[in-house]
């Protein structure tokens, strides 16, 4: 870790002035905090939410409509309120990445594969992908044009649809297999780098360690931070995570290099999220409104992020 103490106010100012993609930031704040807290916040509170990450008011409206049309959210009027929340097609698409974002679920793999082959030429191009989106949100990676693949993670079921909420559509067939030995490995090694492109999460992943282990060191040593701090760093930190999760599929350790940094971007996440989310929490209560006035507490499932916080 670096030994340099860093300023956390500047720290957080310089994070603040970056520009970034104000629709992905917005769905990083609802996934993080509003689903927990209810699943519905109003707009001004949003607004508030944003400015802890430097984005505008203007923006955040602007971006709400956005969110609107794309299908990732839905919002509606309750007395001089405008409510925003998740669609239900964002509540999904939420649910599908939620697991490899929180979760580190690379360690045990009983060294199967999940496959899914698409009748595409079955379905209408647009529906199709519609499709392909929701796979790929799941973590699946692209082989071909209607082949996919993922582990199988040792403790699920037999089918993928466990984490694709609706059922199957007929035109795909879903599949578990084992690799054969005679197979080599550089055969399989070669269909994983087709299917993903692990070099660019890998160094995303280095950008992520390079500039959170540094501030990660600081709060350990001096882990006092006010509640608006704690709140602006765990979405700042948890949206940058989130974006490098959502294009990483979180392969088991056997089908990674020894020199792969995954596993220490998600440790260094998991320290800075269990040191923040109890100032950061008192901030959400205190602060931010929903349908009913104060956002309710945060639902028990909230406290097994990262594999555990201590309840706030």
């Not at 299908?71 to 599908?96: A, N, P, Q």
Request: net charge positive.
């Amino acid at each position: 870790m670096s030994k340099d103490t860093i300023n956390i106010d500047d720290w957080v100012a310089s994070r603040r002035s970056a520009s970034r993609r104000s629709g992905s930031v917005l769905i990083s704040l609802i996934s993080d905090f509003v689903v927990p807290h209810g699943g519905a916040i109003a707009l001004g509170s949003l607004v508030d939410a944003g400015a802890c990450v430097g984005v505008s008011e203007h923006t955040i409206r602007s971006s709400v409509n956005r969110l609107v049309a794309d299908g990732w959210v839905s919002t509606e009027s309750m007395g001089r309120r405008s409510i925003c929340r998740f669609s239900d097609s964002g509540m999904k698409r939420y649910s599908m990445a939620a697991k490899r974002i929180y979760q580190n679920l690379n360690t045990d793999w009983s060294g199967e594969w999940h496959m899914i082959v698409s009748n595409n030429w079955m379905i209408e191009p647009e529906r199709y992908s519609e499709h392909v989106r929701d796979i790929l949100w799941s973590g699946f990676g692209r082989v071909s044009e209607n082949v996919f693949i993922r582990p199988k993670l040792a403790q699920k079921g037999s089918c993928c649809n466990w984490d694709l909420p609706e059922a199957l559509p007929e035109s795909l067939a879903c599949f578990t297999g084992i690799k054969k030995q005679c197979i080599p490995d550089t055969a399989i090694n070669a269909m994983i780098q087709r299917a993903w492109d692990l070099g660019t999460v890998k160094s995303r992943y280095q950008f992520f360690i390079d500039r959170y282990e540094g501030l990660l060191d600081t709060l350990l040593k001096s882990p006092a931070v006010s509640g608006v701090q704690a709140f602006s760093i765990r979405s700042l930190m948890f949206h940058d995570f989130r974006r490098i999760r959502l294009i990483d599929p979180v392969l088991p350790a056997a089908l990674h290099s020894p020199k792969w940094n995954g596993d220490h971007a998600f440790s260094i996440a998991q320290r800075l999220y269990q040191l923040l989310a109890h100032p950061s929490e008192q901030y959400i209560m205190e602060v931010m409104q929903g349908p009913e006035g104060r956002l309710p507490r945060a639902k028990a499932w909230f406290f097994d992020r990262f594999g555990g916080l201590a309840n706030a």
